[in-house]
T-cell receptor, first 116, second 113 residues
């Protein structure tokens, strides 16, 4: 089966510009996650969706970040306006869902963002 | 609260020698623990996971990890390193029902030919 697909793989923008990342999860996976990975660090959860509903967005900086998963399949993460500190890798992951304990999350290759 | 501490930021081994990557965890209840590997420009891949069954967990590519509650540890081992094992390894703890993952800071494994 196809894995988690993310695009673009790389993005370079100037500060104050908007940017958007797209994620298509594994077919049939109801839960979708967006993570932020800073250089030399482990990923940190930004937001988790169960189908269309954002069930955990406590770590999403809502002043500049937004996300949507309108039809419960693919998802878009947006930053507007971008700041220098947003330079990082943005990872998308998916899992089957259903609140199964220790469910495996499958990760995409990530989008590497550089803000100049 | 759940967290993991990876005790080494960088481990270097010779090809064919054993690998040991150390991880200690902190959890307010019985944890679920994972090891993920990240190769350059590739997505994170699950190596193995512990879910309160057998304390010795076998994963892919010859890796295994042992859950030791008394030591709050979940170290990753492999008997013989291969060049293809060179990558970043993350120890991860889950927060239970919500399945949110909390990653350590990672250990970079270098394999010397």
């Amino acid at each position: 089966e196809a894995g988690v697909v993310q695009s673009p793989r790389y993005k370079i923008i100037e500060k104050k510009q908007p940017v958007a990342f797209w994620c298509n999860p594994i077919s049939g996976h109801n839960t979708l996650y967006w993570y932020l990975q800073n250089l030399g660090q482990g990923p940190e959860l930004l937001i988790r969706y169960e189908n269309e509903e954002a069930v955990d967005d406590s770590q999403l900086p809502k002043d500049r970040f937004s996300a949507e998963r309108l039809k419960g399949v693919d998802s878009t993460l947006k930053i507007q306006p971008a700041e220098l500190g947003d330079s990082a890798v943005y990872l998308c992951a998916s899992s089957r869902g259903g609140r199964v304990a220790a469910e495996t999350q499958y990760f995409g290759p990530g989008t590497r963002l550089l803000v100049l | 609260a759940q967290s993991v501490t990876q005790l080494d930021s960088h481990v270097s081994v010779s090809e064919g020698t054993p690998v040991l990557l150390r991880c200690n965890y902190s959890s307010s209840y019985s944890p679920s623990l994972f090891w993920y590997v990240q190769h350059p420009n590739k997505g994170l891949q699950l190596l193995l996971k512990y879910t309160s069954a057998a304390t010795l967990v076998k994963g892919i590519n010859g890796f295994e990890a042992e859950f030791k509650k008394s030591e709050t540890s979940f170290h990753l081992t492999k008997p013989s390193a291969h060049m293809s094992d060179a990558a970043e390894y993350f120890c991860v703890v889950s927060d239970g029902g919500a399945n949110n993952l909390f990653f350590g800071t990672g250990t970079r494994l270098t394999v010397i030919p």
